[in-house]
């Protein structure tokens, strides 16, 4: 017969004892119970989630707080992060696809041809449609001139006559 006032008093004189017993528990059977934790998760998303939006609402400042105790401690990642973030939000594309889009071009500008460390990705303002990678000075020359081929034209026309 299950005795409460027993129980607590063997779990307040035995708290380390039991404590040991459990730490030592988690440490033998880690993969058991991680494979436990993955398919709790599993089956219950939604209801983690409503769990974990509760706690977001009711504990803004703690979690503000730990974001940005994180943050100033991982510096790199939230780099990469935004890094990654500003190509989806910007280009539409994910940092894997500038990537390859880089490579195939063999780091070189598609414009002049030059090799570059870093290259901007070249996009059309009206379309939002990717290009190409420029380097920064082809970059800035198709941004001055707008995009107007005609004005191309009559700077290569230009450069022609002047020559």
């Not at 708290?15 to 998760?41: A, F, L």
């Not at 503000?64 to 989806?88: D, L, Q």
């Amino acid at each position: 017969m299950y005795n409460k006032e027993y129980a607590k008093n063997y779990r307040e004189k035995n708290k380390s004892k039991i404590v040991k017993q459990r730490k030592d528990y988690r440490e033998s059977n880690k993969e058991k119970i991680s494979e436990r934790n993955k398919k709790y998760r599993e089956n219950n998303k939604e209801k983690i989630s409503e769990i974990n939006k509760k706690y977001r609402e009711n504990n803004k400042e703690r979690v503000a707080e730990r974001v940005k105790n994180w943050a100033e401690n991982n510096r790199e990642r939230v780099r990469e992060i935004e890094k990654r973030n500003r190509f989806k939000r910007e280009y539409g594309i994910t940092l894997e696809e500038r990537d390859t889009m880089y490579d195939n071009q063999n780091g070189c500008c598609s414009i002049c041809n030059t090799p570059q460390e870093t290259l901007c990705i070249d996009h059309n303002h009206i379309t939002g449609t990717v290009r190409g990678m420029l380097c920064t000075p082809c970059n800035l020359a198709l941004g001055w001139v707008r995009d107007d081929i005609n004005t191309l034209e009559n700077m290569i026309e230009y450069l022609k006559m002047h020559a």
